[in-house]
């Protein structure tokens, strides 16, 4: 359910970005707000890729809650703090951002390690 409501969001927010904000943002702001756009839009995909593959059993256990956890903190983070920065120009959200990257990392590095440690099908 997060991984669709977050790529709803993201759909809105580019939808925003690209008929709401044209106006009113210079070109490298409109290029930052779709980066947050294009990395929400992947990590809620992510999302639901950890919850499909947790449900049909493929890949199980708490290495895949973590890694939701941690694309959910890096959407926040990256994509929230980029939407900030170019919205409010609030220049000290600048440092949150890569958080947000290190956290996508780690998402993705626990799904990696979740499906190493599940038992090999014969």
Same mark, same amino acid.
């Given at each position: ?7 709803? /969001? ?23 707000? *779709? /980066?947050?756009? !294009?990395? *929400? ?21 708490? =290495?895949?809650?973590?890694? $939701? ?7 926040? =983070? ?14 000290? =959200?600048?440092?949150? !951002? ?10 993705? $590095? ?7 440690? *599940?038992?090999? *099908? !014969?």
């Amino acid at each position: 359910m997060l991984g669709a409501a977050l790529a709803m /969001t993201a759909v809105m927010a580019g939808a925003f970005g690209a008929h709401g904000l044209r106006s009113v943002l210079s070109p490298r702001g409109l290029e930052v707000f *779709q /980066t947050a756009v !294009t990395y *929400q839009m992947n990590h809620s995909l992510a999302l639901i890729l950890v919850a499909l593959v947790s449900g049909v059993g493929i890949v199980r256990g708490r =290495l895949l809650a973590l890694a $939701a956890g941690f694309f959910a903190a890096g959407i926040v =983070l990256f994509s929230g703090s980029l939407y900030l920065l170019v919205l409010t120009e609030m220049s000290w =959200l600048g440092p949150v !951002t890569p958080m947000g990257g290190v956290c996508f990392i780690v998402g993705w $590095a626990l799904l990696i390690v979740a499906a190493l440690k *599940q038992p090999r *099908q !014969t």
